[in-house]
């Protein structure tokens, strides 16, 4: 399995920015696609963003579209999530996730691997 260790989040101001960080260890990290979801308060987790393997391919929820980016260091073994423009509604708890194909992907299903979470807090 892969380990994985979020960081970054924090309150931030409506229309601010943060960036979040997934440092990954032990199995094979460059053969997995990733991704970053959340969960808010009351509701169910939900996908914000996927790349696969190589990070050419990316995916985004339609509400985060636009405003977030994901990426990936494979020398440093890391996954980011950019997210600008924050709004009240972006507040929630964040995870990185590792599935076990290649190819990008939304479907929580398809993740074996999860951290623990990193709270983002956006006021009005």
């Known amino acids: 399995q892969v380990q994985l260790v979020e960081s970054g989040g924090g309150l931030v101001q409506a229309g601010g920015s943060l960036r979040l960080s997934c440092a990954a260890s032990?199995?094979?990290?460059?053969?997995?696609?990733m991704g970053w979801f959340r969960q808010a308060p009351g509701k169910e987790r939900e996908a914000v963003a996927g790349?696969?393997?190589?990070?050419?391919?990316?995916d985004y929820a339609d509400s985060v579209k636009g405003r977030f980016t994901i990426s990936r260091d494979f020398a440093k073994n890391t996954v980011a999530l950019q997210m600008n423009s924050l709004k009240p509604e972006d507040t929630a708890v964040y995870y990185c996730?590792?599935?076990?194909?290649?190819?990008?992907?939304?479907?929580?299903?398809?993740?074996?691997?999860w951290g623990q979470g990193t709270q983002v807090t956006v006021s009005s």
């Open positions: 032990g199995r094979t990290f460059s053969s997995n696609a």
């Open positions: 996730a590792a599935s076990a194909q290649a190819g990008v992907t939304l479907n929580q299903a398809d993740f074996g691997s």
């Open positions: 790349i696969n393997w190589s990070a050419s391919y990316t």
